[in-house]
Nanobody, 123 residues
């Protein structure tokens, strides 16, 4: 398994969760990493991405200021800290590795995907 996501769960609105994704060193080292999510009946949407060296990040407008993406090089892990969660954040969250050193919001540019972890936010 090249990407293994964990940390999902259920929380009340306003709460916090931290998602983690362990990656193989081969795909982690030189590639951007990202998080996407998919709610029932909706298309997969971009959440956040971080460049291969952590030098730049990008967020969807809907999560900007509430979510933070980070990389832990020693552990080849990418995390997503989610604060001030809202019911509309409820979805299955997927971590992904891009084929590029700097990622974008297009899921087609991500070549490796984790299995997904459920996040449920109740009002």
């Amino acid at each position: 398994v090249q990407l293994q996501a964990s940390g999902g769960g259920s929380v009340q609105a306003g709460g916090s969760l931290r998602l983690s994704c362990a990656a193989s060193s081969r795909i982690f080292s030189n590639n951007a990493m990202g998080w996407f999510r998919q709610a029932p009946g909706k298309e997969r949407e971009f959440v956040a991405t971080i460049a291969w060296n952590g030098g730049s990040t990008r967020y969807a407008d809907s999560v900007k200021g509430r979510f933070t993406i980070s990389r832990e090089y020693g552990k080849t892990m990418v995390s997503l800290q989610m604060n001030s969660l809202k019911p509309e954040d409820t979805a299955v969250y997927y971590c992904a590795a891009s084929r590029r050193p700097v990622g974008g919001d297009n899921y087609a540019t991500y070549t490796h995907w984790g299995q997904g972890t459920q996040v449920t936010v109740s009002s």
